[in-house]
């Protein structure tokens, strides 16, 4: 009888609850997302003339009144926030602030700011499983008191990001800089599955990488590989070192001078990207960026320029205390990043640079190699693209050094076997 009760508990646990969690994380932010990423900041970019370049001078405003009046609180950053739960011996999340921040990562995509809803939408799930872990009275020391915890975070990137597989591995990889918690593998899949499939059924996939195509390998494909791997590799080393040496001056410059200076250079950058392309391509994660990209032939000069304006508006918002997050957009970089060297060396391969490129930026940024292997297996499928992704990914990576876009990433993660496990486990 008690093995029985024991398999029981463990299905309340791991499955059934990340699963709810899961269910209803992916609803609440597929709306959302379908809501303003979607609708407001199509609806706005589709204004005549240059009128939605007054927008972006909102975000900042806006995502400010979010954090004071809702979440009353700016430190740490909503991307930060899952992370320190999980470190957290009491493992609580301040699940109070949850709806202020999600807010604020909403108004920031919305209204044009170069950011995503990644961080909030991370957030809200970890919030949902926090929040049920504290209801329900279940022995969690015996099962790990985050499992539901880290089912909701990989339930809120596999909605948010149209991936099940990256979602999945980002809430047992996230946490450190190098290893991966394989002890909760079954919730974060669970909690990413369903999420999806509320996206699915609700919004539809919106995926920021297109579909790898058919393609030649050669000699050019595998040194424009290894070019890749390094111009990313070298890109998000840069990227986390600018956003380090920016946050250490967020205090240097008065809130309110801070906050007009970065709208006006966000309003800018806007112009120039609309100059440039015809588009407002720094609005947003990175979708209205990759459309215009992917969707015609581009010249390589025109998507170096987007890509260079794009990441500096993110870095901006950033700097100016935004809602938003960095994921897709570190995705978006890597992948404008493969199509300019596709486009230099005149490689016809499928968007398989474009696809390398998006797993290496972003794998290298948040330390994230098996999500971003996994990203390339979403995109392809194919044997010879997913061997030459691991190996650009781990290229990528030893190049990044011991930086991270995600500070409060502790340096490795629990070992499968030995004391750990059993304590965890109740053994």
Request: with cysteine.
């Amino acid at each position: 009888m008690r093995p029985v009760k024991g398999l029981l508990s463990w299905l309340l646990a791991s499955v059934v609850l990340p699963a709810a969690v899961g269910v209803t994380a992916g609803a609440a932010i597929s709306a959302a997302s379908w809501l303003f990423e979607t609708r407001l900041l199509l609806s706005l970019t589709s204004l005549p003339g240059l009128w939605p370049a007054l927008f972006v001078l909102l975000v900042i405003p806006l995502s400010h009144v979010c954090f004071r009046r809702l979440a009353t609180a700016f430190s740490p950053g909503t991307n930060e926030l899952y992370i320190i739960g999980y470190h957290d011996p009491d493992q609580t999340l301040p699940v109070k602030q949850v709806p202020g921040r999600f807010a604020a990562g909403a108004v920031t995509a919305g209204f044009g700011g170069s950011q995503g809803m990644e961080s909030a939408s991370a957030f809200l799930g970890a919030g949902l499983g926090s929040l049920a872990r504290t209801r329900l009275r279940i022995d969690w020391e015996r099962y790990g008191k985050d499992v539901v915890m880290i089912s909701g975070a990989s339930a809120g990137i596999a909605a948010i990001f149209s991936s099940p597989l990256v979602g999945a591995a980002y809430g047992i990889e996230v946490p450190f800089r190098r290893g991966i918690d394989m002890r909760h593998v079954v919730p974060a899949v669970v909690g990413a599955l369903c999420a999806y499939s509320m996206r699915l059924l609700i919004g539809g996939p919106n995926p920021i990488i297109p579909e790898v195509g058919d393609f030649s390998p050669d000699a050019l494909l595998l040194l424009a590989v290894v070019l890749t791997a390094v111009a990313c590799g070298l890109g998000a080393r840069a990227f986390a070192t600018i956003q380090a040496w920016l946050h250490e001056r967020t205090g240097g410059v008065p809130a309110m001078r801070r906050s007009v200076a970065i709208s006006l250079a966000l309003c800018g950058l806007a112009l120039a990207g609309f100059l440039v392309a015809g588009q407002w391509v720094t609005y947003g994660a990175g979708y209205i960026a990759s459309g215009w990209a992917f969707g015609s032939s581009q010249t390589a000069a025109a998507v170096l320029v987007v890509l260079l304006l794009h990441t500096s508006g993110t870095l901006l918002c950033l700097y100016g205390q935004a809602g938003g997050g960095v994921f897709t957009s570190l995705a978006l970089t890597g992948a404008l990043t493969g199509q300019v060297i596709a486009t230099l060396l005149g490689v016809e391969a499928g968007f398989v640079l474009v696809a390398i490129g998006a797993a290496c930026f972003l794998g290298s940024g948040y330390r994230l190699p098996v999500a971003a292997v996994l990203l390339v297996v979403e995109v392809s499928w194919q044997p010879l693209v997913i061997v030459a992704g691991i190996g650009a990914v781990l290229l990528a990576v030893s190049l990044m050094g011991q930086r991270t876009t995600a500070t409060a990433q502790q340096p490795r993660g629990p070992r499968l076997l030995g004391s750990e496990w059993a304590t965890t486990h109740g053994q």
